[in-house]
């Protein structure tokens, strides 16, 4: 048993690798209606590149807050989902996502099975101005930091091969039909009205969500049991994995407006000063309440400013950006609190920072 789940991931990514041997084969795109924007390419090819970052900024991030003994395998954990949703996508991923809708619930994997018509396919009906390929690229990245961002939860206590397996069934059965819903105009919830400009329902409640399942389900650490509080290990990492993240951050909500346009440039501008009002808010929130103002609490406020801009972004003028930027530090800096008093183990606080603030904030 121990020697068939050793072999088993490499027999089947060989599998992948022979049936992808004989998918069609297309050339490049041809702009025929001449219809794509070259500043528009370029804005989106930047995001994407922006939005991949994350995936390392926040294999910092959670890396600099463990135990120094979990370091690697944390990182390791937040790193590899870019790898596995990646095959993922070309495979099935993009198609149970944004293929031909089936009810409103999923789309049909047949749509786009191994990029078929992705490469020379008509562009996305939401964005006439970039090529099919550039869009299911950007939305990819947004794929692969989802189930990135659960490791905060289960950190220490889930082993590297069982946490690969998670990634492949969140990503089909958790984010796919999530995205389908919400992104694809004939989605369930798309056609109800529900908006959500970057992904605030798609991927940090999702997130959070299963944050909380694998905090309930999996036993609690020894420190937490005897209330043993773990210093973080490295706070450069943080401080480092925080400044990539509000970096990359800007491709995360700009790019979502799938353009060099005005959208794009306020989308920017409320995502930065939700992040700023939501640092300050985590850090004097902290001396109200008596501690001392650190640089960790500064970091995680304004990550969760960042989380809490998300789904508005583009919906919203930039001084009320301030307001949900402030507010959602607070309501997460007590969520913690609370959850500290708890028996719940989510070890870095993904469903207070993530799943209940989005929430939230949403709302």
């Not at 060989?14 to 219809?35: E, H, N, Q, R, T």
């Amino acid at each position: 048993m121990e020697k068939v789940r050793r072999i088993a991931p490499f027999l089947l990514l060989s599998l992948v690798a022979i049936l992808a041997l004989f998918a069609p084969s297309y050339g490049s795109f041809v702009d025929k209606l001449k219809a794509y924007n070259p500043a528009d390419i370029t804005w989106v090819l930047i995001s994407t590149a922006l939005v991949f970052l994350m995936t390392p900024a926040l294999a910092f991030f959670y890396g600099g807050m463990v135990h120094r003994k979990n370091v690697l395998s944390t990182m390791m954990k937040s790193v590899v989902a870019a790898g596995i949703v990646s095959v993922l996508w070309v495979v099935v991923g993009y198609s149970l996502c944004f293929g031909k809708s089936l009810y409103g619930i999923i789309g049909d994997p047949r749509t786009h099975l191994f990029f078929k018509d992705v490469i020379s396919g008509a562009p996305w009906i939401l964005a006439p101005t970039i090529p099919l390929l550039l869009f299911s690229m950007f939305q990819l990245m947004f794929a692969i930091i989802t189930p990135g961002l659960v490791v905060g939860a289960v950190a220490e206590r889930v082993r590297f091969t069982s946490y690969t397996l998670f990634i492949v069934f969140f990503s089909l059965f958790v984010y796919a039909p999530l995205a389908h819903w919400t992104w694809h105009p004939d989605g369930f919830l798309a056609q109800m009205g529900v908006l959500d400009f970057a992904g605030g329902t798609v991927v940090h409640i999702s997130a959070g969500c299963a944050a909380l399942a694998g905090a309930i389900v999996l036993k609690r650490r020894k420190v937490h049991e005897i209330n043993k509080e773990i210093p973080p290990a490295n706070i450069p990492y943080v401080l480092i994995g925080t400044g990539l993240l509000w970096f990359g951050w800007f491709g995360f909500n700009a790019g979502s407006a799938l353009g060099a346009n005005a959208l794009a440039v306020s989308a920017f501008a409320t995502t930065n000063i939700a992040a700023a009002s939501a640092g300050l808010s985590w850090m004097f929130f902290d001396v109200w309440r008596g501690k001392k103002p650190s640089v960790l609490g500064f970091c995680i406020g304004a990550v969760v400013g960042l989380v809490a801009i998300t789904p508005a972004a583009g919906f919203v003028a930039i001084p009320q950006s301030i307001f949900i930027g402030m507010f959602a530090a607070v309501i997460s800096n007590w969520a913690v609190y609370i959850k500290s008093k708890s028996k719940l183990d989510d070890a870095l606080d993904v469903f207070p920072c993530h799943g209940l603030e989005e929430w939230w904030a949403c709302c």
